[in-house]
């Protein structure tokens, strides 16, 4: 099974600061195949259901505000805020899905605003 | 407008049994691998079930695995997840998701449906 960790746990960023999540998967979720890291990001508030932000590590989904931004691969990624917004605090989640079908997730990262 | 409406979920006792639906609209619902993934109070998510595009291949995160069955009705436009022998473990809100091609993101969510195993 592919372990999915994040750092840190919890991130206190002041508006307008940039916000960096980190995201390590246990083994490689590159597909040397197509060239592509099987890793999405997600963000959820609270009492909401989670919502696809970034996936094939750097893809922003449609509608996503570009100050979201992904990079990494192999084994390392990071999730990006550039800018903080009030409406940014949420537990952000890592995704890996290179073990399709099935998946697992990071345990969280809660951002606050400082 | 895509949607995903779950249902089903409620208070049951260890070692019973509930059947969670998700009803989708907005899309053509047989045209897409869907997923069951789970979410304890004030927990992380995990993955559950899925199940491909004409319900013939599913696959279980081992937690679940000879308890749970993930199944479709895609005449109804409706996935279901039928959960036996329930534990307090199972305690979650139980989220239907929809797959994005034929690798296993989620682009949509339903709002989920709680799950209470207690006695």
């Known amino acids: 099974d592919i372990v999915m960790t994040q750092s840190p746990d919890s991130l206190a960023v002041s508006l307008g600061e940039r916000a960096t999540i980190n995201c390590k998967s246990s083994?490689?979720?590159?597909?040397?195949?197509?060239?592509?890291?099987?890793l999405a990001w997600y963000q959820q508030k609270p009492g909401q259901p989670p919502k696809l932000l970034i996936y094939?590590?750097?893809a922003r989904e449609y509608g996503v505000p570009d100050r979201f931004s992904g990079s990494g691969s192999g084994t390392d990624f990071t999730l990006t805020i550039s800018s903080l917004q009030a409406e940014d605090v949420a537990v952000y989640y890592c995704?890996?899905?290179?073990?399709?079908?099935?998946?697992?997730f990071g345990q969280g990262t809660n951002l606050e605003i400082k | 407008e895509v949607q995903l409406v779950e249902s089903g979920g409620g208070l049951v006792q260890p070692g019973g049994s509930l059947r969670l639906s998700c009803a989708a609209s907005?899309?053509?619902?047989?045209?897409?691998?869907m997923d069951w993934v789970r979410q304890a109070p004030g927990k992380g998510l995990v993955w559950v079930s899925h199940?491909?595009?004409?319900?013939?291949?599913?696959t279980y995160a081992d937690s679940v695995k000879g308890r749970f069955t993930i199944s479709r009705d895609n005449a109804k436009n409706t996935l279901y997840l039928q959960m036996n022998s329930l534990r307090a473990e199972d305690t979650a809100v139980y989220y239907c998701?929809?797959?994005?091609?034929?690798?296993?993101?989620?682009?949509?969510w339903g709002q989920g449906t709680l799950v209470t195993v207690s006695s």
């Open positions: 998701a929809r797959v994005r091609g034929l690798a296993t993101f989620f682009d949509y």
């Open positions: 907005g899309f053509t619902f047989n045209n897409y691998w």
């Open positions: 199940i491909n595009s004409d319900g013939s291949n599913t």
């Open positions: 083994q490689s979720v590159l597909y040397s195949s197509n060239n592509k890291n099987y």
């Open positions: 094939w590590a750097s």
């Open positions: 995704q890996q899905y290179y073990s399709t079908p099935g998946c697992s």
